[in-house]
């Protein structure tokens, strides 16, 4: 399987604590992203990383990325209960298949 | 920011019955669609990947004659299950891009339950 692995599978933590979620993938990529899921609902985008960078930040987001490692990980700072959510990240490759590979999700639930 | 309308959001049909789903790009020309199945509590799966006006590229493991995919215009791509039961059962995604590696934007998915 190309999937991605991400860790943890689920993470409860309490609100105001930071929350990291950590995605490896297989593949040489272009980019890396981040998507938000609720329950039963579509994607929303948070942060797309070009190969050639390293961290990104977005309000309370932060993503890094270590090329050398095919490891990317996202920040939650001070989370809230409207946080909780599963998230993933996919991979954009460099071997022209024209598609994204998304990883296996992490479930976060933030406590109030 | 772009929106990617689906419909229907839910539906429920009888087996043997073939079921459309309508995924539309709302306020750009999307040349790249995404469609995707997921199961509860797992990660999305890349069905197949359609272009305006070319046929689309199915995934391996996917059925191309049970999973028809349509995308004639820029704005619209349509998924038909065929002859569904009840392991068709899903929950299906879409995803449109404006071209190549530049971001997804996702519809709200379209929930499947054949009985």
């Known amino acids: 399987s190309q999937q991605g692995e991400e860790d943890p599978q689920a993470l409860s933590i309490q609100e105001g604590e930071n929350a990291t979620m950590n995605c490896s993938y297989k593949?040489?990529?272009?980019?890396l992203q981040w998507y938000r899921q609720n329950s039963g609902r579509g994607l929303v985008h948070l942060i797309l990383?070009?190969?050639?960078?390293r961290e990104k930040h977005s309000g309370r987001l932060r993503v890094t990325l270590d090329t050398s490692k095919k490891s990317s990980s996202l920040l939650i700072t001070a989370s809230r209960a409207a946080d909780t959510a599963s998230y993933f990240c996919?991979?954009?490759?460099?071997?022209?298949?024209?598609?994204?590979?998304f990883g296996t999700g992490t479930r976060l639930k933030v406590l109030a | 920011g772009a929106v990617v309308s689906q419909h229907p959001s839910w539906v429920i049909c009888k087996s043997g019955t073939s079921v459309k789903i309508e995924c539309r790009s709302l306020?750009?020309?999307?040349?790249?669609m995404f469609w995707y199945r997921q199961f509860p509590k797992q990660s999305l799966m890349l069905m197949a990947t359609?272009?305006?006006?070319?046929?689309?590229?199915?995934e391996q493991g996917v059925e191309k004659d049970k999973f028809l995919i349509n995308h004639a215009s820029l704005t619209l791509s349509t998924l038909t299950v065929t002859s569904a039961h009840p392991e068709d059962s899903s929950f299906y995604i879409c995803?449109?891009?404006?071209?190549?590696?530049?971001?997804?934007?996702f519809g709200p998915g379209t929930r499947l339950l054949v009985l």
């Open positions: 593949t040489s990529i272009n980019n």
């Open positions: 996919a991979t954009w490759g460099t071997s022209g298949t024209y598609k994204y590979i």
């Open positions: 306020d750009f020309q999307a040349t790249t």
């Open positions: 990383i070009r190969s050639n960078e």
């Open positions: 995803s449109a891009s404006s071209g190549g590696e530049e971001t997804q934007y």
């Open positions: 359609s272009n305006e006006g070319s046929k689309a590229t199915y």
